[in-house]
């Protein structure tokens, strides 16, 4: 039966591959509680499901893990339903635990401008490195987004680009001064040295000229990152947090940041305000006299 929803997910659901990786595991955890109760899959009953889900909890999951699997087992068994091996759900409204969004890490202001100081500007490939994580907490692009970016999306006179983000939905972000310097630098002499001649459509290329992959700029950032000696969960998506943070606190509009984000919906930026509050309340527990 898991094998058979397992296809039914892969063939005509077309799932990724790291999430039905996730429902297979979830599964299994299922199938191993109804083998120690004794039970086949198709005879749980929903108190059942109750205490595997209470089970799943006990062991220390997080809530949003335990919130993939109890959407795992709704799946499963609706599937059964629907393939006429069972006439009625027992997980029809099985309730996940409450997963409370966790607070996106970011870096103060003085980790960032220690980051953005490491890269060799002397060399090519350090003044690449250099115009790129400027050009990121300049502008907080995602980075499939930066490492995409064209010669001409830039506007660097008039300090704005354009960026085609997810759904391919285009937006303009603002670039700052000291960005769009180092951009030029970059384009002027690094770029060129880097192409030795060739051409590219990208903005950014590797050392042979060729196009930068996400996971090329993320160990890029990582190897900087050690050595300006910052957290080891540093990763461009902490620097975008950090954009959007520090724009928060220095009294930006939410809906502003949301535009510059690319965010589809004003839910998704409003967890910088939680990030706003947990900071606000920090400080106030460390210095207020009477906390």
């Known amino acids: 039966m898991l094998d058979a929803y397992l296809d039914h997910l892969r063939v005509e659901r ?128 995602r980075v499939s987004e930066l490492v995409n970016v064209r010669p001409a999306d830039l506007h660097l006179d008039q300090q704005f680009m354009t960026c085609i983000g997810k759904g391919n939905k285009e937006r303009l972000v603002p670039i700052g001064e000291q960005a769009a310097d180092w951009i030029t630098q970059y384009q002027q002499s690094a770029r060129r040295a880097l192409l030795k001649g060739r051409a590219s459509p990208r903005l950014f290329v590797n050392a042979r000229g060729g196009p930068l992959t996400r996971v090329g700029f993320w160990k890029i950032l990582k190897q900087h990152g050690r050595r300006a000696q910052l957290p080891g969960t540093l990763s461009p998506h902490v620097v975008r947090h950090s954009f959007a943070t520090h724009l928060l606190e220095h009294g930006a509009d939410l809906r502003a940041i949301q535009m510059m984000l690319g965010h589809a919906d004003l839910s998704s930026t409003q967890i910088y305000t939680h990030v706003l509050a947990a900071r606000l309340r920090s400080v106030y527990d460390r210095f207020h006299p009477r906390p």
């Open 14 to 141: 077309r799932l990724a591959g790291h999430t039905l990786e996730s429902y297979g595991r979830d599964l299994t955890a299922l199938a191993a509680f109804a083998a120690k109760a004794e039970r086949r899959l198709d005879r749980l009953d929903r108190q059942a499901l109750e205490e595997f889900v209470r089970e799943q909890m006990s062991r220390g999951l997080s809530p949003r893990t335990v919130a993939r699997m109890v959407a795992a087992v709704r799946g499963f068994y609706r599937f059964l339903v629907l393939d006429r091996r069972l006439e009625h759900n027992p997980a029809d409204d099985l309730q996940p635990p409450r997963a409370w969004p966790a607070l996106p890490r970011f870096l103060s202001v003085d980790q960032v401008e220690r980051l953005i100081a490491q890269p060799d500007v002397t060399t090519p490939l350090g003044l690449r490195d250099r115009a790129m994580i400027e050009l990121l907490y300049a502008t907080g692009l």
